[in-house]
């Protein structure tokens, strides 16, 4: 099974530092939808992990965040696909749990689910918490430049080695191409 992760806010839809609050501000970035589809096409596996401190945050409560994954999974439905999970943490940052990015437990959870090698997966994140997850889990990380991924990438905390893509369109272009393994 060939597996990819992807981060939501930042990869999928646009992103804010004042939080995605509501159905209305849940918009794709343009191509990811199609990307994703692309994914599914080829024959991957295709899952989200996603931090969603905003309902610890009391910004927009658990009936919201489905709403948001409902648009989601419907866009995805008119591209003639699906995705095969959502996972989400619903803590803040001063919780400690292990799910919450950067710690792996997300990751970990969707390797187990899936019955998948965590370094036979790949994930897509913008954000350098991303990255620590995608490590602390075993697994491979491309960084896009979309939502927080320029900030992180002239942060200078990233590896060199790590690749780098416009968006998530160029990650799914050069992966169908056989440039990243």
């Not at 696909?81 to 990751?107: F, S």
């Not at 994930?123 to 995608?134: E, I, M, N, P, R």
């Not at 200078?156 to 893509?165: A, D, I, N, T």
Request: proline share 5%; hydrophobic share 40%; charged share 25%.
């Amino acid at each position: 099974m060939k597996l990819i992760i992807l981060d939501r806010d930042g990869v999928i839809n646009e992103d804010s530092d004042d939080y995605i609050r509501s159905v209305n501000e849940w918009i794709p970035i343009p191509g990811s939808i199609k990307a994703i589809a692309r994914l599914k096409n080829h024959g991957y596996t295709v899952a989200v992990a996603t931090n969603q401190s905003g309902l610890a945050r009391g910004y927009f409560d658990l009936s919201t965040l489905a709403a948001m994954h409902e648009k989601f999974r419907l866009l995805l439905e008119e591209s003639g696909q699906h995705i095969d999970a959502i996972v989400y943490c619903p803590h803040g940052p001063d919780d400690q749990c292990m799910c919450r990015k950067p710690a792996p437990g997300m990751l970990h959870a969707i390797a187990r689910r899936f019955s998948v090698d965590p370094v036979d997966i790949i994930t897509v994140g913008d954000s350098l918490h991303d990255y620590q997850a995608a490590r602390a889990a075993g697994m491979s990380f491309a960084l896009v430049k979309t939502g927080k991924g320029r900030r992180t990438l002239s942060s200078g905390k990233l590896p060199r080695q790590v690749p780098v893509f416009t968006d998530l369109s160029e990650f799914v272009d050069d992966l169908i191409a056989g440039e990243i393994c």
